[in-house]
């Protein structure tokens, strides 16, 4: 599979749950979940997706890769505007399933495409029908 | 669609991104993927995903409602457990196909089915091959 990690189907659910081998569960289309919080502010910057090969990428270099579903190809974010991740924590849920990065950003630019430091600036304002968005 | 929120294809790129109107994009399997956190302590406590009925439930009791993707069924977290988890503040972020939840959990009681308060309990070594797993 790789030489980072091996497939969760190889090993026992109490050595999934407990164990020290890495063994990432990739979904159906061969993603697996990756929360993004900046390593200074505990932030959460942003929602991605790696695929086996990213995953891989991002483990050799320590610096954040990802598969693009909108452009259907490898991610390596910041690779134009200049700012990259650089992995300070990675960490995996009970049943490795969904990853969680702690990083911290080159330049200090923006996550967003919005040009922002987080994509989730928006609150969603519930309680009465329908459910609406501010910007906070 | 639902009383709560509209289909992103109803609406514009702009509205979609900087709009008030609330258009969660679910995923080719009906689902939205929503990081969990502590408001008390900011804390990631797990990931989980959300199909329209469970995001609406959602909305209209304030409580957190899922998808079971491994048990395929709707899933209100601490049905059993009593541990229910209010929704103290959502957010969506840029392109709304990902939602952030900032819970109160009654009783205090343990997030992950293997008893502790985050699902992200062990962290992933790298930088020597192959990447290894740690509880700490």
Chains 1, 2 share one sequence.
């Not at 569960?25 to 993603?31: T, V």
């Not at 050799?60 to 990802?66: R, S, V």
């Not at 309680?127 to 968005?133: D, F, K, Q, R």
Request: hydrophobic share 35%.
């Amino acid at each position: 599979m790789s030489s980072q990690f091996v497939s969760p189907l190889s090993i026992s659910k109490a050595d999934l749950e407990e164990g020290s081998v890495f063994a990432p569960k990739f979904d159906d289309n061969g993603l697996i979940t990756t929360v993004v919080t900046s390593f200074d502010t505990g932030e959460i910057l942003m929602l991605a997706y790696m695929n086996e090969q990213s995953l891989q990428l991002t483990l050799e270099t320590g610096i954040a890769h990802y598969w693009s579903r909108s452009r259907q190809r490898l991610w390596k974010k910041g690779e134009t505007s200049g700012n990259l991740q650089t992995i300070m924590e990675m960490r995996t849920d009970c049943d490795q399933d969904a990853l969680w990065i702690k990083v911290k950003v080159a330049g200090d630019g923006p996550t967003c495409h919005t040009e922002r430091n987080s994509c989730f600036y928006r609150r969603v304002n519930f309680g009465s029908e329908p459910a609406t968005l501010s910007i906070e």
